[in-house]
């Protein structure tokens, strides 16, 4: 019933970008947070942003702040993440995910705040 599809995760040089675009539907489900996760090969599932739908908050980690830029076109039902300035540390498989109610403080971090995951795309950062 609710689905989310990734996708525009593809090679890149550091220092280039790259936007990523989540696909979610689901008539009777609140979309009303939206978030970004990535896990890199041997490392655990990490949170990069999340956005609310009622009070628009966003949020970011450290590692990308000031890079990545999040929001959402609730019309079109999409949610992007504009990836600038990209490090090969920034390597990974990069999932959008739901949750049906607005988070707030670091709760953004809990996986579990979260029901619905999409099945992911690569981004590759590497010379």
């Known amino acids: 019933q609710v689905q989310l599809v990734e996708s525009g995760g593809e090679l890149v040089h550091p220092g280039g970008s790259l936007r990523l675009s989540c696909a979610f539907s689901?008539?009777?489900?609140?979309?009303?947070?939206l978030g970004w996760f990535r896990q890199a090969p041997g490392k655990q599932r990490e949170a990069v942003s999340c956005?609310?739908?009622?009070?628009?908050?966003?949020y970011y980690a450290d590692t990308v702040k000031g890079r990545f830029s999040i929001f959402r076109d609730n019309a079109a039902n999409k949610m992007y993440l504009q990836m600038d300035s990209l490090k090969v540390e920034d390597t990974a498989t990069y999932y959008c995910?739901?949750?049906?109610?607005?988070?707030?403080?670091?709760?953004?971090?809990?996986?579990?705040?979260?029901?619905?995951w999409g099945q992911g795309t690569q981004v590759t950062v590497a010379s």
């Open positions: 956005i609310t739908g009622k009070m628009g908050r966003t």
């Open positions: 689901g008539a009777g489900y609140d979309f009303a947070a």
């Open positions: 995910a739901a949750g049906p109610f607005e988070l707030y403080g670091s709760n953004w971090i809990n996986q579990r705040n979260f029901d619905y």
